[in-house]
């Protein structure tokens, strides 16, 4: 009889370690210097081989703010919610889909892409330790698409898998950020197991996927378009003869080199 008992509890910590493994809910937060560090709220939910990270909240940043030191003038483009990237990992095939979105006239309307790329995030794990919140957790870095970051994992949570495209290491990630500080992502809770019965994964037109550099392209001249249509829109509404000059934007978006 305590032979039986002890397998069965074998057994039953082996059946909740997998379905923790398969299904659970975690929130990060994300800063970005881009969006004036205002926050934004992922969901990362974990269905077997699936995850998918989703827009569940933000703080949208004052539209016009102006330095008056410079007098210059920036403007926040204020897009939707339903409009926001959703990233899909699938852990079996090693590829990762996104959906995203691009405008050519400054946020009147919109095109989506589906896009696809294999894992690649290689890590080099560092021996240094330091609590954060309840967790004890170790240090790794990586260089990824122009940036290099440093990530806070622990295993005592031993989930492979991360916010945005950060997969890998021996344990979830509790922090990551880069070393400009111009992005961040923070674990702010974690639910296991999750009930996702009642929440369906985004469904993403794989057969249809263009990859990174494909959709970069795109982006990059829908943008040079979009800068035309604003300034038209503009000077349509001063003085005849008024002139406006924009500034040409740095590259601070999360992924700078492809």
């Avoid at 008056?68 to 409009?83: C, Q, R």
């Avoid at 899909?88 to 090693?94: A, C, L, S, V």
């Avoid at 959906?99 to 080099?124: H, L």
Wanted: aromatic share 12%.
């Amino acid at each position: 009889m305590k032979n039986k008992l002890y397998i069965n509890i074998i057994f039953l910590l082996m059946s909740i370690n997998l379905f923790s493994q398969n299904s659970f809910k975690a929130v990060y937060k994300m800063l970005l210097e881009k969006n004036g560090y205002s926050p934004t709220y992922y969901s990362l939910i974990s269905k077997d081989r699936d995850s998918e990270f989703k827009l569940i909240e933000r703080i949208i940043p004052e539209k016009v703010v102006s330095n008056e030191y410079t007098g210059e003038i920036v403007l926040n483009t204020e897009t939707p919610d339903s409009i926001q990237p959703v990233i899909r990992t699938n852990f079996k095939q090693e590829k990762i889909y996104s959906y995203d979105f691009i405008t050519e006239d400054d946020g009147k309307t919109y095109t989506g892409y589906s896009i696809v790329e294999p894992i690649t995030v290689k890590w080099k794990l560092g021996n240094e330790t330091k609590k954060i919140d309840k967790y004890l957790c170790k240090k790794a870095t990586t260089r990824f698409r122009g940036r290099n970051y440093v990530a806070w994992y622990t295993e005592e949570i031993p989930i492979s898998i991360g916010p945005w495209k950060f997969h890998g290491l021996p344990g979830i990630i509790i922090n990551i950020t880069d070393n400009t500080n111009q992005v961040s992502f923070l674990l702010e809770k974690i639910e296991i197991p999750y009930d996702y019965l009642n929440n369906t994964l985004e469904v993403i037109d794989s057969e249809h996927a263009i990859s990174v550099r494909e959709f970069i392209e795109i982006r990059k001249n829908a943008k040079i378009r979009s800068r035309e249509f604003f300034k038209k829109k503009v000077l349509s509404k001063l003085p005849r003869g008024a002139n406006i000059e924009l500034t040409q934007e740095g590259n601070n978006d999360i992924e700078i080199e492809f």
